[in-house]
């Protein structure tokens, strides 16, 4: 097994439609989130919406929220998980979001 780790995206835009943060890659077994943090460079209160899914639309929501204005805040729910095979996705309820994502990559080979 070969491990990768500290690999980062990011800053990446947030939409208000789909915005994908990690897309799978069958090279890679599975990634585990060491970090994922939002930030809101508008003065008005935004919403996020975290999402695992198969696809690269809808899936399962793992975590909503709601950055103050100018705020920053950690998506704890999806930090020091594993995904295997997943996409990692996020909608903003406005525009103005920026977000940053940290992972370890596991594969198959040496």
């Given amino acids: 097994m070969s491990i990768r780790s500290n690999l980062g995206t990011g ?8 915005t994908v943060l990690h897309e799978t890659d069958p090279n890679i077994e599975r ?9 809101n460079t508008t003065g008005s209160a935004i919403t996020v ?10 899936g ?11 705020g920053s805040l950690d998506a704890n729910a999806l930090i020091g998980q594993g995904y295997e095979s997943q996409n990692i996705l996020a909608i903003a309820s406005a525009a103005g979001v920026n977000a940053a994502l940290t992972r370890v990559e596991y594969t198959d080979g040496d």
């Fill in 11 to 18: 800053p990446i835009a947030v939409l208000t439609t789909t």
């Fill in 31 to 39: 990634i585990a989130v060491s970090a994922l943090s939002v930030h």
């Fill in 49 to 58: 919406s975290f999402f695992i899914s198969d696809t690269l639309t809808g």
């Fill in 60 to 70: 399962v929501r793992v975590e909503q929220l709601t950055l103050r204005g100018n």
